[in-house]
């Protein structure tokens, strides 16, 4: 489905920050601890979410943990499209 959050992130996050060249990311790559995504990459890809998303991801629910794979961005999305 082309409007999975997982596919979206997934697509968003390789398109701003795998370098070319790179192995193709997956739903459970690590980003953060991989090294692929940055803390500033990260707020970056926080905004995108908020966005896209009209959500609002509280500060300490952020974490490098709950970003650092497409499956638990995307359950962190969720959470907050429910709220």
């Known amino acids: 489905m082309a409007d999975d959050p997982k596919d979206i992130?997934?697509?968003?996050?390789?398109?701003?920050?795998?370098?070319?060249?790179?192995?193709?990311?997956?739903?459970?790559?690590?980003?953060?601890?991989?090294?692929?995504?940055?803390?500033?990459?990260?707020?970056?890809?926080?905004?995108?979410?908020?966005?896209?998303?009209k959500i609002s991801i509280p500060e300490d629910q952020a974490t490098p943990e709950a970003f650092d794979t497409v499956n638990k961005i995307a359950d962190l999305v969720r959470r907050f499209t429910k709220a």
């Open 9 to 53: 992130i997934l697509k968003y996050v390789t398109a701003e920050y795998l370098e070319e060249g790179a192995d193709p990311l997956t739903h459970d790559t690590p980003l953060i601890s991989g090294g692929i995504v940055d803390s500033f990459s990260m707020v970056s890809l926080k905004r995108f979410l908020e966005n896209k998303y």
